[in-house]
């Protein structure tokens, strides 16, 4: 059973940036990875995800231009690097794994598993 381990959240300014990392316990091989966000009182949303055939990549409108996913199989570790942060990014980030074969990746599926506990990602002046 994969375990993942999200890590790198914390208090930032408008406009400054997070790096959260995704960690996981054995050989991502070929999963895919994505990241996902849930604010107080609003409905999980997906952010991002990188593929685990061909790490095609994939953002929500949302964060288009400001995130960037990364994996590093070597470390087993997936990374969400966030910039330009807006004080409506704040949440807990959690990451989790899914298969889709040869397809890319689609954090809207409902294929999703192994989630994280989270790490909380804070944007205020």
């Known amino acids: 059973q994969l375990q993942l381990v999200e890590s790198g959240g914390g208090l930032v300014q408008p406009g400054g940036s997070l790096r959260l990392s995704c960690a996981a316990s054995?050989?991502?091989?070929?999963?895919?990875i994505g990241w996902f966000r849930q604010a107080p009182g609003k409905e999980r949303e997906g952010v991002s995800c990188v593929s685990g055939y061909g790490g095609a990549t994939n953002y929500a409108d949302s964060v288009m231009g400001r995130f960037t996913i990364s994996r590093d199989n070597a470390k087993n570790t997936v990374y969400l690097q966030m910039n330009s942060l807006k004080p409506e990014d704040t949440a807990v980030y959690h990451c989790?794994?899914?298969?889709?074969?040869?397809?890319?990746?689609?954090?809207?599926?409902?294929?999703?598993?192994?989630w994280g506990r989270g790490t909380q990602g804070t944007v205020s002046s």
């Open positions: 989790a794994a899914g298969t889709f074969g040869f397809k890319d990746c689609d954090t809207s599926a409902v294929r999703w598993g192994n």
């Open positions: 054995g050989s991502l091989g070929y999963w895919s």
